[in-house]
T-cell receptor, first 113, second 114 residues
Framework: QKEVEQNSGPLSVPEGAIASLNCTYS??????FFWYRQYSGKSPELIMS????GDKEDGRFTAQLNKASQYVSLLIRDSQPSDSATYLC?????????????FGSGTRLLVRP | EADIYQTPRYLVIGTGKKITLECSQT?????MYWYQQDPGMELHLIHY???????EKGDLSSESTVSRIRTEHFPLTLESARPSHTSQYLC?????????????FGSGTRLTVV
């Protein structure tokens, strides 16, 4: 089992719809959770971070965390074609003393005009 | 505006050449990382550093080496480039010992070995 799991997609949604991206993680001790957006050929860009259970909203983006279910999600409201990218979930894992971020393999999102 | 810089952005080089990919950050971050990523594929950690004179190998075995003589500088070297080294190389840094604020990535170096 991978430490951070994401559906590779592609997830295809029409313009204006809500895109829902999901991520599960294996380490119950994880404390920090991140969503990165990566356009094709570019480097990852941090778009959301969340540290406690519940929802965190920033503009059209909402991150949701459920530590009991070891589940973190990203909702994108009013999806735009410019949101088409790969979304990487990353989890801070204290499994070893290095506290490295563990990245999922990413979900590709396609927003159809 | 990026505070972590990678040069060159693109590099095409012949087999057997020695190359150094540069990564510099102006944020004073202690922790720095090198990732390798093939197109459409996941990130693989190949090296990381906790500070000056500290370097560790990552999860993916790599023939590259790194050094950390100054806090702001974390270059990656390939002594003898091979076509299998063709990939995108991403440098990142973190301001927190526990990664609580995530990583900041540079813009990457796309390496092609012919």
């Amino acid at each position: 089992q991978k430490e951070v799991e994401q559906n590779s997609g592609p997830l295809s949604v029409p313009e204006g719809a809500i895109a829902s991206l999901n991520c599960t993680y294996s380490d119950r001790g994880s404390q920090s959770f991140f969503w990165y957006r990566q356009y094709s050929g570019k480097s990852p860009e941090l778009i959301m971070s969340i540290y406690s259970n519940g929802d965190k909203e920033d503009g059209r983006f909402t991150a949701q965390l459920n530590k009991a279910s070891q589940y973190v999600s990203l909702l994108i409201r009013d999806s735009q074609p410019s949101d088409s990218a790969t979304y990487l979930c990353a989890v801070n894992s204290p499994m070893d003393s290095s506290y490295k971020l563990i990245f999922g393999s990413g979900t590709r999102l396609l927003v159809r005009p | 505006e990026a505070d972590i810089y990678q040069t060159p952005r693109y590099l095409v080089i012949g087999t057997g050449k020695k190359i150094t990919l540069e990564c510099s950050q102006t944020m004073g971050h202690d922790k720095m990382y090198w990732y390798q990523q093939d197109p459409g594929m996941e990130l693989h950690l190949i090296h990381y550093s906790y500070g000056v004179n500290s370097t560790e190998k990552g999860d993916l075995s790599s023939e590259s080496t790194v050094s950390r003589i100054r806090t702001e500088h974390f270059p990656l070297t390939l002594e003898s480039a091979r076509p299998s080294h063709t990939s995108q190389y991403l440098c990142a840094s973190s301001d927190s010992p526990t990664g609580v604020n995530g990583y900041t990535f540079g813009s990457g170096t796309r390496l092609t070995v012919v």
